[in-house]
């Protein structure tokens, strides 16, 4: 394999005469052969930090190729899904003698399910006036689709009431006995998985599945003989939440419309009408009044201050009535009874999941609730998983490969392995090839007060405005919080002279689009802009961060994992806060140069970078850019 690996990078090799803008990386051509080790021995775990300009992809992809196994590579968001398969894998195909068969598979409900499309037609049900206009859309991309998948809809929202009552899932879905079985969309796709090279998954649908494998229940994933983790810094909370429970106000107004929608017909009913019915409408105001009665703002919020005597007794009524609607399924005999086993299983799940949050007692967990505008959601997930992901892994047998360009702290893999518990593993730093002394500026600059200060945002704003003068705009302001992203919205919106675009304006894929169209346009996004975002080019030659992104101490969870850690006796500022805070920082500064003709400035508006002890940890993370605290500087720099 190593021979092949070679011919496909070395130069002057495959990948260059494919590919003619290709310049040889002889760290891409190391991690390919150290992935290779890997996947070769047939067994261990290999941690890989490859940096921006690496060619990870490729450095993963060419040895799992040529392995001639089941490979499944798990991302952590849609972007990079879709980079794989449109133009990864494309020109891996151009390398090989014999092109690889790649399939992305993503959680049914990303599927439509023609059943319930059928049964939404014949009785269509709206919450709104733009849903009403909205459908006939979605009726004709129904009948033109050859993968089902809702991503190929653009005009779709990311939460559509509509395609959650169209969707596949999996407390509706008959199998074998639905009449539509064999043009299932799913079915289709997971018989195509069978017998594909390459499966790439996100790592929800990964985790979900590794859970339904272990309860010995049907699992979505083909059998495979090695999996490639990328995006791998985003493992613990995807891990935090799948090893948890949650349950929402959301949830249980599906489950009752899904009830609704199956409804026997008029005729088929006696005199007294559908005696389940009553008991969904109870169902219906007990979640309203126990999930309502939780005030809080947006994002998350304490449960333990949340829920008082009123709600933890509001909460007793809502369980009781779920155990009273699955005991009433019993004597129905219009519904077929494939529905009925599942649902009565769904009743039980959500009653234990209700007296789980009332009581709380379950050792070794956070708590918390989340507000949002479709209602309040409990979650509850380990403080800790540095026990169970080993588990997950040594479940699966198989050789892992772990990479992203940020997995390390200070120049050391001891944070991400400590909270993952991968202390057996190999590890390998692969530098960027990027000249950051030439290509990037990091500015630093003294002068503003303490960003926890009252007018700190009056501060930035003038700062960011000299800076946005000098760049023409093309930047990215990312800030901490969605209160810092409003404060700085306010502050500039009638003072910049170049478009503004504004995180929750409009989708995330629109805004992008539209900031690389117009090359002196300004975004303005809180964290998740930090990372899985791409401008190569002009249109960004300026990111702008507002303040170090150390996890608020008040967020439930963050506070649940820094009490767990004082209880072991490890600090939790310098084993958790600071190495976390530095990963992401490393995430939201990698926006900026992602070509070796890329040129720009960085700036952190966060004296604390400086004055701090702690700083010099993040500035030694950091690229090795030119560093100053003279805007003059900065002005030679542009002027070059």
């Given at each position: 394999?190593d021979?092949f690996?070679?011919?496909?990078l070395?130069p ?12 040889f990386?002889?760290q ?8 290779a080790?890997?996947?070769?021995s047939?067994s261990g775990?290999?941690i890989?930090e490859a ?23 798990s ?9 794989l ?9 151009r390398?090989?003698d014999s ?5 992305l ?26 849903e ?30 509509i395609?959650r009552q169209i ?21 289709r ?9 390459l ?11 590794t ?12 059998d495979?003989?090695?999996?490639i ?10 891990v935090t ?11 249980i107004d599906?489950f ?6 199956c ?7 006696g005199?007294g009408g ?10 219906d105001?007990?979640s309203a ?10 994002g998350?919020?304490?449960l333990?201050?949340a829920m ?10 809502l369980?009781?009535?779920?155990m009273?609607?699955?005991s009433s399924?019993?004597?129905e005999?219009l ?8 649902w ?21 967990m ?16 380990p403080?800790?998983i ?10 699966l047998q198989?050789?892992?490969i772990?990479?992203s ?9 001891e944070?991400?392995i400590?909270?993952?518990g ?5 590890t390998?730093?692969y530098?960027?090839?990027?000249d ?12 503003l007060?303490?960003p ?6 009056e ?8 800076i ?6 093309r930047?990215?302001i ?5 209160s810092g ?5 306010m502050l ?14 409009k ?5 992008i689009?539209?900031?690389?169209n ?9 964290i ?13 030659s ?8 150390f996890a608020?101490?008040?967020?439930p969870?963050?506070k649940?994992?820094?009490g767990?850690m ?25 926006r ?8 720009g400035?960085v700036?952190v ?15 030694r993370?950091?690229?090795?850019f ?10 030679q720099?542009?002027?070059?």
């Amino acid at each position: 394999m190593d021979a092949f690996i070679n011919v496909c990078l070395e130069p002057g090799g495959r990948l260059a005469s494919a590919f003619p803008l290709y310049e040889f990386r002889s760290q891409q051509l190391q991690m390919a052969l150290d992935v290779a080790t890997t996947l070769q021995s047939g067994s261990g775990v290999f941690i890989a930090e490859a940096g921006t300009g690496t060619g990870k992809s490729l450095a993963y992809l060419i040895p799992a190729a040529a392995i001639k196994r089941t490979v499944v590579i798990s991302t952590g968001t849609k972007n990079l899904q879709e980079q794989l398969l449109n133009k990864d894998i494309p020109l891996l195909n151009r390398l090989l003698d014999s092109p690889v068969q790649a399939v992305l598979l993503k959680g049914r409900q990303n599927y439509l399910c023609l059943r319930r499309l059928q049964d939404f037609q014949s009785r269509p049900e709206f919450h709104s006036v733009r849903e009403k206009k909205m459908w006939p859309a979605i009726l004709e991309w129904s009948g033109t689709t050859e993968s089902g998948d809702s991503g190929e809809m653009d005009f779709l929202p990311d939460y559509s009431p509509i395609w959650r009552q169209i969707c596949s899932r999996r407390e509706e879905c008959l199998g074998g006995h639905c009449p539509n079985y064999r043009s299932c969309f799913l079915l289709r796709l997971r018989i195509k998985a069978q017998s594909a090279n390459l499966v790439i998954v996100n790592h929800h649908l990964f985790f979900a599945d590794t859970i339904l494998r272990q309860n010995n229940a049907i699992s979505v994933l083909p059998d495979s003989y090695a999996t490639i983790f990328d995006e791998a810094h985003l493992l613990e909370e995807t891990v935090t939440q799948f090893l948890g429970a949650h349950i929402g106000q959301g949830d249980i107004d599906d489950f009752i419309r899904m009830i609704k929608r199956c409804k026997p017909a008029r005729k088929d009913l006696g005199a007294g009408g559908w005696a389940i019915e009553p008991m969904l409408k109870s169902l219906d105001e007990g979640s309203a009044m126990f999930f309502g009665s939780m005030q809080a703002g947006e994002g998350r919020f304490d449960l333990d201050s949340a829920m008082d005597e009123e709600t933890i007794r509001m909460g007793g009524i809502l369980s009781e009535r779920l155990m009273r609607l699955r005991s009433s399924f019993d004597g129905e005999g219009l519904i077929p009874s494939e529905f009925l086993v599942e649902w009565k299983e769904i009743c039980r799940t959500m009653k234990d999941s209700v007296d789980l949050f009332l009581a709380r007692s379950e050792p070794g967990m956070a708590w918390w609730g989340e507000h949002t505008s479709h209602g309040n959601y409990l979650h509850a997930g380990p403080v800790d998983i540095s026990d169970d992901f080993p588990a997950l892994l040594n479940y699966l047998q198989r050789p892992v490969i772990l990479t992203s360009a940020t997995l390390t702290a200070d120049d050391t893999f001891e944070y991400f392995i400590s909270r993952l518990g991968l202390h057996h593993a190999e590890t390998r730093i692969y530098p960027s090839p990027f000249d950051y002394k030439t290509q990037g500026i990091l500015y630093l600059p003294t002068t503003l007060p303490d960003p926890r200060s009252d007018d700190f945002y009056e501060a930035c704003a003038d700062e960011i405005l000299k800076i946005l003068t000098l760049t023409r705009g093309r930047a990215f302001i990312l800030t901490t919080s969605y209160s810092g992203m409003e404060k700085l919205h306010m502050l500039l919106i009638d003072r910049c002279p170049y478009p503004m675009l504004v995180q929750g304006e409009k989708p995330k894929t629109v805004l992008i689009e539209e900031f690389r169209n117009n090359m002196h346009s300004v975004l303005l996004a809180t964290i998740s802009f930090w990372q899985g975002v791409d401008v190569p080019g002009e249109s960004l030659s300026a990111v702008i961060i507002e303040k170090l992104p150390f996890a608020s101490p008040g967020d439930p969870l963050v506070k649940a994992r820094v009490g767990f850690m004082k209880s072991q006796g490890v600090d939790p500022f310098n084993s958790f806060q600071v190495p976390n805070a530095i990963m992401m920082l490393k995430q939201g500064v990698g926006r900026l140069i992602r070509s070796r003709s890329d040129r720009g400035l960085v700036t952190v508006l966060d004296r604390r970078i400086l004055l701090m002890g702690y700083g010099r940890k993040f500035l030694r993370s950091l690229p090795s850019f030119t560093q100053t605290t003279d805007f003059k500087d900065v002005n030679q720099f542009f002027s070059e």
